[in-house]
């Protein structure tokens, strides 16, 4: 197991569900944080209860290329040597049937879970390939591996992430620089809240009746991948609850 003590890791959509585990997890063992997200005031209420912890904030919409491009070059320079990138900002709109779609839903989900992971990517792996170390976690899903009715365009943005995750690995072979994907089914979080545009209640009712995983489920698994030895590459982990078997076959107790 190598030590996170000091190491620059940079997490987007930290402002809240595995974003925000993640930060609490690695600020737990002395990472030094650079938190991203659009809401700035959920970052500082965060940062406040991880007093321990140094910390950089980023208020940040992935999908804005030039402001990915602006917030990485203008790093502080104590800031700037990135050591770990996880790409985690993402969401979900609705699960319309592709043919009655929302064209304004399709373009949110595929700027951001898409183009938004890649300029990132752009902006932060070229760093660490030149300093020698880095690596870099993508936030898939189980959805990128099965597509289920009305996932459509969401399963595709997943399925794009597990394409760009592979092809990372194969870009920086001789490299030292990690790539990991983690791909888990269902998570509590704020995730269908954001699905079902704030219907508390239906997001509610898609973890009833089974345990589901949750964020910090999540962050420990990220946490392990990227405290292996050096030369260990986890390349990608599919995580679910028990009473998950695949995106549509899910066991709800009474
Ligand atoms: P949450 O809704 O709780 O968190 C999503 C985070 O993404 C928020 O911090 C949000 O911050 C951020 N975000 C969204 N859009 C942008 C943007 N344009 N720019 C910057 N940040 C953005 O959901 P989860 O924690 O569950 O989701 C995290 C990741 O995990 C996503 O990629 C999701 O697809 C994936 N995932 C989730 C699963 C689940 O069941 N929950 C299962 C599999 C994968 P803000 O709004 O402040 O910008
Ligand atoms: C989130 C899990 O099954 O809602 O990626 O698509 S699922």
């Excluded at 170390?133 to 365009?153: C, D, E, F, K, W």
């Amino acid at each position: 197991m190598i030590s996170l003590e000091n190491q620059i890791v940079l997490i987007t959509g930290a402002s809240s569900g595995i974003g925000a585990a993640c930060a609490k997890m690695f600020a737990g063992a002395g990472a030094k944080l650079i938190l991203a997200a659009r809401r700035l005031e959920r970052l500082e209420e965060l940062a406040k209860s991880l007093t321990s912890a140094q910390i950089h904030l980023l208020e940040l919409d992935v999908r804005d290329r030039s402001a990915v491009e602006s917030a990485i070059s203008h790093l502080p320079s104590s800031w700037s040597d990135i050591d770990i990138l996880i790409n985690n900002a993402g969401l979900s709109r609705r699960l319309d049937k592709l043919h009655e779609g929302d064209f304004q839903d399709w373009e949110e989900m595929i700027d951001t879970n898409i183009k938004g992971l890649l300029y990132l990517t752009r902006y932060v792996v070229p760093g660490m390939v030149n300093r020698g170390r880095g690596h870099v976690v993508n936030l898939g899903s189980i959805a990128g591996h099965q597509t289920y009715p009305g996932g459509n365009v969401y399963c595709a943005t997943k399925a794009a992430v597990k394409a760009l995750s592979e092809g990372l690995k194969q870009d920086l072979l001789g490299t030292p620089v990690r790539v990991t994907s983690v791909d888990p089914g269902m998570v509590e979080t704020e995730f269908s809240q954001v699905r079902f545009h704030g219907d508390v209640d239906r997001a509610k009712r898609v973890y009833q009746g089974v345990n589901p995983l949750t964020a910090d489920d999540i962050a420990d698994v990220i946490f392990f991948c990227t405290t292996r030895s050096p030369h260990v590459n986890i390349n990608e982990v599919i995580l679910m609850p028990v009473n998950q078997a695949s995106a549509t076959l899910v066991h709800r107790q009474p």
